[in-house]
Structures are given as C-alpha cells and as structure tokens.
C-alpha cells in the first residue's frame, strides 16, 4: 500500500514538473536527479529575482528617457528647419549674389560681357612689365641710397593683378560701370538707365516743397562737442584726451511735428555734404572722421519728411542688404526684431549641426561614411581657413 502511494506521488512530480519546468528556481532536470533544494540556495535565487525585478524598472526608465530626448532632438531639428526656412533661403540666396555681382539684375540695369582683343588687348597693363619696372626702380633707389639690400627679378616671377579694376562713368541719362580683368582682358560693363521723370519731379517739390527732399539748416548747439564732454570721465582712467576722439558720424533725430496741418514724422539727419562749412563737423581730407576745431560750434543738419524721399533699392540691393544687416540698434521696430532673426539662426545652426551628428550617430550603417565625410570636411575646412587667413592679413 505504502509503495503504490510513493508510486504516485512520484507520478504527481513528474506531471507538475512537465506543467511548470521550473520548481521553486531549480530545474526539473534538478529535481529528476534528486538534487535538494537547501534553505540557502532558495535565499539566493529569491534575492536574485527580487533584484532582477528592480533592475528592469530602472533600465526601462532609462530607455524612456532616452527615447523622450531623441525624439525632442528630432522633432526641434524638424519644426526649427521649417520655422527658419526663408533666412535659410534668404542667407543661401544672397550668398550667391554676392559671388555672383550680375545676377539678379533689375529693369533698368543692363549686362554686357565683353573680351578685349587687338590693339585695345595690346594697350592693357602688363603685370609682368610692371614688376620688371617695379624691380628696376627699386633697385636704382636702393644703390643710390647705398643700402645693404639688394633685389633682382626671379626667372619666373608669376607676376599677376591680384584683383579686377573697375571704373565708372554717368551723364543725365545713364550711369555705366566697367569692371575688367587685367589679366586675361576680359570683363563686364553695367548699364544703368536714371529715372528722368522721378528727377524733374523732385527737382520741382523741392523748390515748392523744401521738407520733401530736405531742409538744409545750421543748429547753434553741437552735438559732436556735447559727445566729447560727456564721454571725459570715461576716457580719463585710460590717460586718453578727448581732443584725439573722432566720430564718422551722428545719429539721426526722428520727432512728429505738425506739417501743415498734418502730423509727420521728421528726420533731422547730418548735412555731410555741407560739413566743412564752419562749425565742429568738418571733415577731414581723405577720411570720413569728424572733429571738433570751430571755436563757435555749429552743426549742419538736414530736417525731412520720414518716407517722403524713399532710396532707389533693387530687388538685388534690397536682398543684399537684409544679408547684411546685423545689430540690436536703439529702437524696437523690425530692425530690432530682424537682429532677434538673426540671433535665432545663429543657434539653429548650431543646433542643426549637432543634432545632426546625434542623428547620425544613432544610424549604426551610416556610421563608417560619416566619419570617412567628417574627416574630409575638417581637412578641407582647415586648409581654406588657413588659406583664407593668410589672404586676409597679407592679400
């Protein structure tokens, strides 16, 4: 009776151990060889569950997280991109506007390439001949001098114009620019019509209508001379006079007035045509600085309507310009916010650039191309630097 029972219960383990392999964390192979399970080894296999248990939250957790800021990466990079598309195409736009001086030409402006031959080719300057002459003169100079240095002409001096020269000329009617390669005699000329019926009608508001086009006034006080005192108890820790302290320019001063009746905006802007006529602006020869040497100051000004003499401006110029413009200026209007565009584009490219090294990064297949293009973008980012450095300081 008692061996049938045992024969059973043998039946039964056999039956659970098939249903469930693993019986209180051993093996049923364990448990068919007659292993026993002591009270130690079940305190180890419980802590190792109890710490497996608690080590997944935690890596999930982490796969979360990094999930949640791949995708932050992803999605910034994305709506950045599109947020900032027009000064992206706008900066890449004028970019090559500004390799490009023909392109984009208005109506009224006409391009015509050109390539001398003949006796006009024979009549250029030649660079060579030039740096024989340059050579020969110096070298006449410095022995005349008795100097210790000598110079001759290399057998291949590669002499070469290192720019284009340009020149212009303008009547009533047109203004023609001529831009030429001396090197090779080939070159453009700029053909640009004036506005006729705008200049005859500004000549007759201007004599009707002095505000429209500018009112020519001398002011008693000088603002140069007025900067240059309130600007002492900086300069005195630094042992600097303000007698050196040269300015190019004042700024403008905008103010409503009632103009006939109307209320305008007017512009008081300084007169640098008129500059030298008394007074501490004066200009002197062959700079743009002002200087104060009136010992009665005056300043000459020009009062005008604001927008009532708008500038001539391309489509090319107009462009052009936006790529230049820069800086936070002292009033809040679209050229304030333009400099906040600017600071924008600054950090998405900055951002565009490392999260798309993340990116990449994160595409294992990709891995080795990208390293092979980051390798040669340095070295070719390297060269030009160093390259364009030396042209800078000594070109």
């Known amino acids: ?14 039956l659970d151990m098939e249903s469930n392999p693993k019986v209180a964390g051993h093996t049923a ?51 950045s991109g599109l947020f900032m598309l027009p000064w992206v195409l706008l900066y890449g736009f004028t970019a090559l506007l500004f ?39 110096a070298l006449s100079k410095l022995e005349a001098e008795e100097s210790s240095q000598s110079i001759k002409k290399a057998e291949s001096p590669n002499a070469i114009f290192t720019r284009q020269v340009s020149g212009s000329v303008e009547n009533d009617e047109r203004a023609i620019s001529v831009v030429l390669n001396l090197n090779n005699g080939k070159g453009y000329l700029r053909n640009r019509t004036k506005k006729q019926e705008d200049d005859k009608q500004s000549e007759i508001e201007s004599a009707s209508l002095p505000l ?3 009112l020519e006034l001398t002011l008693p006080q000088d603002p140069v001379l007025a900067f240059k005192k309130s600007v002492i108890d900086v300069l005195v820790p630094h042992e600097m006079a303000t007698d050196g302290l040269r300015l190019r320019s004042m700024p403008n001063v905008e ?45 000459q000004g020009r009062l005008s309507i604001v927008g009532q003499s708008p500038r001539d401006l391309s489509a090319r110029s107009f462009l052009l310009r936006l790529h230049m413009a820069h ?8 050229r304030w916010f333009w400099a906040v565009a600017v600071d924008l584009m ?43 450095h030396w042209q800078l300081v000594n070109g």
């Open 346 to 388: 600054f950090a998405s490219m900055c951002f565009w650039g490392l999260s798309g090294v993340v990116m990449w990064w994160q595409i294992k297949r990709t891995r080795t191309l990208g390293f092979l293009l980051l390798f040669a973008s340095a070295i070719v980012a390297t060269w030009l630097a160093i390259g364009m």
């Open 327 to 334: 800086g936070y200026g002292v009033q809040t209007n679209s």
């Open 1 to 14: 009776m008692l061996r049938v029972k045992q024969e059973r219960k043998q039946a039964g383990d056999k």
């Open 212 to 214: 429209v086009n500018g």
């Open 99 to 137: 390799n490009h001086p023909t392109y984009l030409s208005d109506s009224r402006t006409q391009i015509e390439h050109f390539s001398l031959s003949g006796d006009r080719a024979e009549e250029m300057p030649v660079a060579n001949a030039m740096a024989s002459d340059a050579v020969a003169a």
């Open 29 to 79: 192979l364990d448990i068919l060889v007659g292993s026993s399970v002591s009270p130690k080894d079940s305190t180890v296999t419980k802590q190792r569950g109890e710490r497996s248990s608690v080590d997944k939250p935690r890596k999930r957790r982490k796969k979360k997280l990094s999930s949640r800021v791949n995708m932050w990466i992803r999605r910034i990079h994305l709506f």
């Open 255 to 299: 103010f409503d007035a009632i103009v006939d009746g109307q209320r305008m905006r007017m512009r008081l802007s300084q007169n640098r045509e008129r500059q030298r006529a008394g007074g501490s602006a004066v200009r002197e020869e062959g700079s743009g600085d002002l200087d104060s040497k009136s010992e009665a100051p005056t300043y």
